[in-house]
């Protein structure tokens, strides 16, 4: 099923402008940043095929779809990171919340210091995906499976995946012995073998290492 644009035009005709979809990517992982993206679209429904949550597409349909979206003139986005250290110490529920809110701050900033001319004021609604707040002063909704069905969230999760990966790929280069730039971090079996031979490197959640392997 394709994302809808429904949610953003109810919340139009309520008389919202700068409507943010925002979702994460990294949640699961033994290693490396939960990261959250927010999406602002300007105007129409950019024509763009096969937006969907990122979880439903390659990797080069994401990587082709991600160049599509960062160059649209009426696309905005930030993205929120949250460290392992960070996880380790709060959570990754509370560290998830804290990257989305992350977004959202970056977006706002890049919305009325770089792109003025389009977005001529800050975010004013949040769709989040999940079923949990934010810490915000901005209105917001949470949808479950918002990265299935709200096109701006499905914009998000792409945009949050290529982007986490990337980062991913390049702390494989760091620590070549986790296999890294193949499981961007998530606990497969070899991951966790390595873990069990070599130990943590510096971007393991050891929370998450002690419990899940």
């Not at 994302?3 to 919202?16: D, I, Q, V, W």
């Not at 700068?18 to 129409?44: F, H, M, Q, T, W």
């Not at 779809?65 to 990754?92: M, Q």
């Not at 130990?199 to 393991?204: E, P, T, V």
């Amino acid at each position: 099923m394709a994302p809808s644009f429904n949610e953003e035009n109810k919340l139009r005709k309520a008389g919202y402008k700068n409507i943010a979809g925002i979702d994460e990517v990294g949640r699961g992982p033994l290693a490396g940043p939960v990261l959250a993206c927010a999406v602002v679209v300007s105007g129409k429904k950019p024509d763009i095929k096969n937006i969907r949550d990122s979880k439903q597409l390659s990797a080069q349909q994401r990587e082709k779809i991600y160049r599509e979206l960062i160059r649209h003139p009426n696309v905005a986005w930030g993205i929120g990171t949250v460290s392992e250290k960070v996880i380790d110490r709060i959570n990754i529920l509370e560290a998830t919340k804290l990257a989305m809110a992350r977004a959202v701050k970056n977006l706002n900033s890049k919305m009325l210091e770089v792109r003025p001319s389009t977005f001529r004021q800050g975010i004013d609604f949040l769709i989040l995906d999940g079923n949990f707040s934010i810490r915000s002063d901005i209105p917001q909704k949470s949808i479950i499976k918002a990265d299935e069905k709200v096109f701006s969230c499905s914009c998000a999760s792409i945009i949050a995946k290529v982007v986490r990966d990337r980062l991913m790929q390049r702390y494989d280069k760091l620590y070549p012995r986790y296999d890294l730039a193949n499981n961007k971090g998530y606990p497969t079996k070899y991951h966790r073998d390595m873990i069990k031979k070599y130990g943590f490197c510096k971007i393991h959640r050891k929370s998450f290492v002690l419990t899940k392997t």
